[in-house]
């Protein structure tokens, strides 16, 4: 099959596809006389797998291992539980990370007044300021899930 076939057939673009063939996550394609690249049903099942486990959000590295691990019969499957459980314990430092943003967001935005006057202390902390202690008519506890 062409690259366009097998970019439908394993729901990773043309251009993804190519970019891993680069990189030598997959092998280099065969050509036809007329140089088109063609694909056969083995490479759009390592695309496919490719794509699920970016889709779980595996970078390149781990993904080109597990591939490697995947077509490895004689592979443990102690070695995959290794690979996906660094990657769990990545996913849980970004998580956090991302909850410590949040939380940082929302009590900048309790502490904005949201008014004419200049004062702001959203730009007072990306300026580098500290972290405001909120006074007067918006000092009431900060609401949870999404504020406006």
Not at 27 to 38: E, H
Not at 100 to 117: K, Y
Not at 122 to 142: S, T, Y
């Amino acid at each position: 099959m062409n690259i366009g076939e097998a970019a439908a057939a394993s729901g990773v673009s043309a251009k993804m596809i190519r970019y891993y063939e680069e990189i030598g996550l997959i092998p280099k394609a065969d050509r036809t006389a007329s140089n088109y690249r063609t694909y056969g049903m083995e490479t759009v099942h390592s695309l496919r797998f490719i794509r699920r486990a970016r889709e779980l959000g595996f970078p390149l590295e781990e993904t080109a291992t597990l591939l490697k691990l995947w077509a490895d019969r004689s592979r443990s499957s102690a070695s995959v539980k290794r690979v996906a459980q660094g990657h769990v314990a990545a996913l849980e430092r970004k998580i956090a990370g991302l909850q410590d943003m949040l939380s940082t967001l929302r009590h900048l935005v309790h502490c904005c007044d949201g008014d004419e006057r200049p004062d702001c202390p959203i730009l007072n902390d990306l300026a580098g300021g500290e972290r405001p202690a909120c006074h007067g008519a918006n000092d009431k506890p900060e609401p949870e899930g999404n504020t406006p």
